[in-house]
């Protein structure tokens, strides 16, 4: 089978399409023939190897799986001895932590949902991993009830995109915080009001919110915590920190700083489950959830998905299809 294959931590051009042998689905596992398979930060941080924290978990010298990606959609074609659950020929998407840029994954049953009849391949791919931070954020960090005011900063970003759609499935009122050019793509979203960075800072305006989701580092912990009520909850869910820690450096100040105030500060993160998934295709077969899909990329130009990504100015998600 074909897959984007790389041999050591590096920029997009260590990528490479090859031949590869085809994967064996163990006991619990099934073979997927990968239709679509979306990209986001998080596999750019693992290509790359940086921040260097990642290496602790994908292999400190080299990449301890040679095939990059996570999230994936497709057909099953084989099903391991254990599986019950699916059969070939069904229609799935879900997650796997061995690849997805390549023609066919093995995947354990336990990552994957059907794929609801309204959505093609190409959406169902870009959902998991974007989607499932957006849903675990609003539902079950910050607790999101009906009437509430929750701010996305980023809204027209990957997670932010999802996370517009779920809060307003959540009865909340949202403000979005884009650039002028996604103004229209986030108020289509749903959001009640759409604040444009490049004319507004959202922290200076008065207005305060019960929950901010911080999708992107453009301000400090400080200055987003103004415009969050005395009781309210932010949830850091980005920044680039430094080589070593990246991200994370945000994290544990965000977490050292809740100790000291009525705000609730909670950093996290995500978690894949599959009941999250479920729930996800519930919000998605009901049009409650759509997916924003910038741009798609063939296999064979991998690299350049990751590097589009990596620039940090997509509109919802990047597919590479198969």
């Not at 679509?36 to 750019?44: E, I, K, L, Q, T």
């Not at 977490?255 to 599959?274: D, I, N, Y």
Request: aromatic share 6%.
């Amino acid at each position: 089978m074909r897959a984007a294959v790389q041999h050591r931590y590096g920029p997009p051009s260590v990528l490479e399409t090859s031949e590869v042998g085809l994967p064996l689905p163990g006991p619990g596992d099934v073979l997927v023939r990968v239709g679509a398979a979306s990209v986001h930060p998080g596999d750019y941080f693992v290509m790359t190897g940086e921040p260097y924290v990642v290496r602790l978990a994908y292999g400190l010298r080299r990449p301890r799986h040679g095939i990059p990606g996570r999230d994936l959609a497709g057909v099953v074609t084989a099903i391991g001895t254990d599986v019950t659950t699916l059969r070939p020929g069904d229609a799935v998407f879900g997650w796997s932590t061995t690849g997805t840029l390549a023609e066919y994954a093995c995947v354990p049953a336990d990552n994957l949902a059907s794929v609801p009849a309204n959505l093609s391949v190409v959406y169902a791919a870009a959902v998991p991993t974007s989607a499932l931070a957006a849903l675990q954020a609003l539902r079950k960090i910050a607790n999101v009830q009906p009437g509430q005011s929750v701010l996305i900063t980023g809204a027209s970003g990957g997670v932010g995109s999802f996370a517009v759609q779920i809060a307003k499935a959540c009865g909340a009122e949202v403000t979005g915080v884009c650039s002028t050019r996604n103004v229209d793509l986030v108020r289509s979203l749903g959001a009640d009001h759409v604040v444009d960075y490049t004319r507004t800072d959202f922290t200076r305006s008065g207005k305060r919110y019960d929950v901010i989701f911080d999708n992107v580092e453009a301000q400090t912990l400080a200055a987003v915590r103004r415009a969050l009520t005395p009781t309210g909850t932010l949830i850091p869910n980005s920044g680039r920190g430094g080589r070593w820690l990246g991200p994370l450096g945000r994290i544990v100040t965000a977490r050292a700083l809740s100790g000291f105030t009525r705000q609730q500060l909670k950093p996290f993160l995500s978690v894949e489950k599959r009941q999250d998934l479920l729930t996800l295709a519930d919000l998605l077969s009901t049009g409650q959830v759509t997916p924003v899909i910038d741009r798609t990329y063939p296999l064979d130009e991998a690299a350049d998905a990751l590097r589009y990504v990596a620039a940090g100015h997509t509109r919802g998600k990047v597919v590479v299809t198969m």
